[in-house]
C-alpha cells in the first residue's frame, strides 16, 4: 500500500512538472538574402492549437510580440516585418480583437553588417491555446552572418 501512495505521489508531481514546462513556440533564426541585402529571419513553429500574437495586437489584450536585436557592427534597418500575414478574430478570452498567428509566423529585419558578425536577437512573446495562456516568455537566438 505504501509503494501504491508513493508510485500515485511521483506520477502526479512527474504530470504537474510536465505540464508546466509547456513550450508551444519554436523559434529558429537565419540570414538569408534578398533583393535589398541580407535579411534575418526569424521563424516561429506553432503547436497545433495554440496561437501567438501579433506585433500590433492590442495591448489591452495578450501581450504582443516584441523583438530586440542588437549586434558588434551590426547595422538595423528599419523594424521587423511581419510576413505571414496574421488573423484578426473576436477574442473571448479577451473580450476584444487580437492579431494572431497559428502554426508558423515569419518576421524579417533588414540589417547591414561583415560576414562572421553576430546577431542577438531577443523576443518576447505570449502564446495561448483559447482555454489558458502562457505567462510572456523571452527567448534568446544568435545567429552567425
Not at 535579411?39 to 506585433?55: F, H, R
Not at 504582443?64 to 478574430?89: A, C, H, M, R, Y
Not at 477574442?91 to 561583415?114: P, T, W
Request: glycine residues 6%.
Amino acid at each position: 500500500m505504501k509503494y501504491s501512495f508513493l508510485l500515485f505521489f511521483f506520477s502526479i508531481a512527474t504530470i504537474g512538472f510536465s505540464q508546466q514546462n509547456l513550450n508551444p513556440v519554436q523559434w529558429s533564426s537565419e540570414v538569408v538574402d534578398s533583393e535589398d541585402g541580407p535579411v534575418l529571419k526569424i521563424t516561429a513553429d506553432i503547436e497545433k492549437g495554440w496561437k501567438l500574437y501579433s506585433q500590433f495586437t492590442d495591448p489591452d489584450g495578450p501581450v504582443p510580440t516584441s523583438f530586440e536585436i542588437s549586434g558588434n557592427d551590426v547595422e538595423i534597418l528599419g523594424d521587423v516585418e511581419e510576413q505571414t500575414e496574421p488573423e484578426k478574430i473576436m477574442s473571448d478570452l479577451f473580450g476584444l480583437e487580437v492579431i494572431q498567428f497559428s502554426e508558423k509566423a515569419e518576421f524579417h529585419q533588414r540589417f547591414k553588417a561583415d560576414k562572421g558578425t553576430q546577431i542577438n536577437t531577443s523576443v518576447r512573446f505570449m502564446t495561448c491555446d483559447g482555454l489558458r495562456c502562457l505567462p510572456p516568455t523571452t527567448i534568446e537566438l544568435q545567429t552567425k552572418i
